[in-house]
T-cell receptor, first 112, second 111 residues
Framework: DAGVIQSPRHEVTEMGQEVTLRCKPISGHNSLFWYRQTMMRGLELLIYFNNNVPIDDSGMPEDRFSAKMPNASFSTLKIQPSEPRDSAVYFC??????????FGSGTRLTVV | TQLLEQSPQFLSIQEGENLTVYCNSS?????LQWYRQEPGEGPVLLVTVVTGGEVKKLKRLTFQFGDARKDSSLHITAAQPGDTGLYLCAGIETGNTPLVFGKGTRLSVIA
C-alpha cells in the first residue's frame, strides 16, 4: 500500500499563475479531504468528497479555489490566479468508514 | 475561534521527563483522535477515543477522553528524542462531519 500520494511535493510560482495540486487516495477509501496548514491557522479543511461527490466546500477561501474528483483514484485542487497569501502546505487525506484519516506528505506551495 | 484549543503550544523538555498536553473544547465530540506530525510529512494517526472517560495506552503514551467528551489529554512517560514532533488533536462532532483540528503542541525532547 503506497499510501496517499500527492504531487508535486514543492511548488514555487509567481503571483497570478495557475497552480494545480494532485492527490491519489488509497484504493478503497471512499472519502477524500483537502486541508491547508499554516503556522497561524493550523490545519483547515478546504473541501471534502464522499464517493467522488463534493459534500462541503465551505472552507474554500475564495472563488479562486476549485477542486474536482473525476474518479475514485484522483483529485485535484486548483488555484487560479494564485496570490502570496495562498502560500501554505496543502494536504490531501483519505478515509474508509469511521477509521482515522491517512494523510499524504503534502505539497508546500510558495507564491512569490 | 478555534473549536479545539491545545495547550501548551510549545514544550521543550529533557529526555526522561514526563509530560502532559491538553485538548479542550466547549463542544461535545462523538470521537476524538490524536495525530503526530514530523517535519515535511503529513499527520499520522496515533489513537481514536470514542467513549467518555476512555483511557488508551500506546507504549509510553496514555490518552484519555474526558467524561463529557469535550476534552482529552495525552501523557508521555519518560520522553525520548524520538517523541519530538507536532501533536495534534482532532475531533468529529457528529456522524459523518469531517475532522476539525487543534493547532497542535510542538514537542521537543532534548537528549
Amino acid at each position: 500500500d503506497a499510501g496517499v500520494i500527492q504531487s508535486p511535493r514543492h511548488e514555487v510560482t509567481e503571483m497570478g499563475q495557475e497552480v494545480t495540486l494532485r492527490c491519489k487516495p488509497i484504493s478503497g477509501h471512499n472519502s477524500l479531504f483537502w486541508y491547508r496548514q499554516t503556522m497561524m491557522r493550523g490545519l483547515e479543511l478546504l473541501i471534502y468528497f464522499n464517493n467522488n461527490v463534493p459534500i462541503d466546500d465551505s472552507g474554500m477561501p475564495e472563488d479562486r479555489f476549485s477542486a474536482k474528483m473525476p474518479n475514485a483514484s484522483f483529485s485535484t485542487l486548483k488555484i487560479q490566479p494564485s496570490e502570496p497569501r495562498d502560500s501554505a502546505v496543502y494536504f490531501c487525506a483519505s478515509r474508509v468508514g469511521d477509521y482515522g484519516y491517512t494523510f499524504g506528505s503534502g505539497t508546500r506551495l510558495t507564491v512569490v | 475561534t478555534q473549536l479545539l484549543e491545545q495547550s501548551p503550544q510549545f514544550l521543550s523538555i529533557q529526555e526522561g521527563e514526563n509530560l502532559t498536553v491538553y485538548c479542550n473544547s466547549s463542544s461535545v465530540f462523538s470521537s476524538l483522535q490524536w495525530y503526530r506530525q514530523e517535519p515535511g510529512e503529513g499527520p499520522v494517526l496515533l489513537v481514536t477515543v470514542v467513549t467518555g472517560g476512555e483511557v488508551k495506552k500506546l507504549k509510553r503514551l496514555t490518552f484519555q477522553f474526558g467524561d463529557a467528551r469535550k476534552d482529552s489529554s495525552l501523557h508521555i512517560t519518560a520522553a525520548q528524542p524520538g517523541d519530538t514532533g507536532l501533536y495534534l488533536c482532532a475531533g468529529i462532532e457528529t456522524g459523518n462531519t469531517p475532522l476539525v483540528f487543534g493547532k497542535g503542541t510542538r514537542l521537543s525532547v532534548i537528549a
